[in-house]
């Protein structure tokens, strides 16, 4: 399954004006980067973040969110949003700021 491009294109609205960000295709969704460290993308009809393990747990107890985990082992610091979590484009911008705030904490790549 291909992934959603327009929840693709309202990332991108949101991401395109940060500073020292790409966009990148990556297991088989789009994935978007800051200073080369991955910190949200898209996969499938999933908004996926990376969170930190304090702030994965913390989103968890959004009914929306759930572990990501596309391989079979759930990945420690990262989370999965259906569509449903954030409906507006303010409420994706603040998901989509806590995972820069996160990613801005990791040494560039």
């Known amino acids: 399954m291909a992934y959603n491009i327009a929840l693709r294109s309202r990332i991108k609205n949101v991401v395109e004006h940060w500073k020292n960000t790409t966009e990148k295709k990556m297991f088989g969704g789009i994935c978007f980067l800051l200073k080369g460290n991955m910190f949200c993308g898209v996969y499938r009809d999933f908004l996926i973040l990376r969170l930190g393990e304090k702030g994965a747990e913390e989103a968890l107890q959004s ?39 996160f990613a801005s904490t990791l040494p560039p790549k």
């Open 63 to 101: 009914e929306h969110a759930r572990p990501l985990d596309v391989t079979g082992r759930p990945m420690k610091g990262w989370v999965m949003f259906g569509l449903e979590g954030f409906q507006t484009d303010d409420e994706l911008q603040a998901l989509l700021e806590e995972a820069r705030d």
